[in-house]
């Protein structure tokens, strides 16, 4: 299965930036990188997603490196509200569409 | 994006006992996953449901335990099938939207087994 390795937890003060890293070096040329977070008792939320090219939206932006293998998911401005577990996934081998979850990164924003 | 409803959000259940668990979406869409999420554990896939076809369940997981059911292209359900403790999780169900296949989720039932 697809495998990618984020930190297993980060603190970040609010307000400030949170970049959260992912390594996922064996995924292929037409794979793309989804993050999601899961706030404490509540669904998976999706974020974004990306191929090659960076990404903006209103929750945050991902960096993809030019090589594909590893981003970043940056928060620009933190709130207490953004403690949650972040994952980082990508579809890996087969277009079967389903998305296989690692253990994630706990992130958490700190008054 | 879509909105996705599940029932029941929470249950207490006996040992020995069968739940079904419905899952209703918004709109149609040809894929729907199922999950479980254990104690503290991360999100693991049971199957995959798409209407017309059979479920494909992941390794670890069986029809007998896990019936699942896709009549139509907005609702499914899924049985968790003579419970015991280590049943005790809560069950997600997703869909897959949008040119790149991103997930939905619903909010989840948790399950707990007695």
């Known amino acids: 299965d697809a495998k990618t390795t984020q930190p297993t937890s980060m603190d970040c003060a609010e307000g400030r930036a949170a970049n959260l890293p992912c390594n996922h070096s064996?995924?292929?040329?037409?794979?793309?990188v989804y993050w999601y977070r899961q706030i404490h008792s509540q669904g998976p939320q999706y974020i974004i997603h990306g191929l090659k090219n960076n990404e903006t939206n209103e929750m945050a932006s991902l960096i993809i490196t030019e090589d594909r293998k590893s981003s970043t998911l940056i928060l620009p401005h933190a709130t207490l509200r953004d403690t949650a577990v972040y994952y980082c996934?990508?579809?890996?081998?087969?277009?079967?569409?389903?998305?296989?979850f690692g253990q994630g990164t706990t992130l958490q924003v700190k008054p | 994006s879509a909105v996705i409803s599940q029932k029941p959000s929470r249950d207490i259940c006996q040992r020995g006992t069968s739940l079904t668990i419905q899952c209703q979406v918004d709109?149609?869409?040809?894929?729907m996953f199922w999950y479980r999420q254990q104690p503290g554990q991360s999100l693991t896939l049971i199957a995959t449901a798409n209407q017309g076809s059979e479920a494909t369940y992941e390794s670890g997981f069986v029809i007998d335990k896990f019936p699942i059911s896709r009549p139509n292209l907005t609702f499914s359900t899924l049985t968790v099938s003579n419970m015991s403790p280590e049943d005790s999780s809560i069950y997600l169900c997703?869909?897959?939207?949008?040119?790149?296949?991103?997930?939905?989720f619903g909010e989840g039932s948790r399950l707990t087994v007695l």
């Open positions: 709109s149609q869409v040809t894929m």
């Open positions: 996934i990508f579809h890996g081998s087969g277009n079967t569409g389903k998305l296989i």
């Open positions: 997703s869909v897959a939207l949008g040119v790149a296949g991103e997930l939905f």
């Open positions: 064996t995924i292929s040329g037409n794979e793309y």
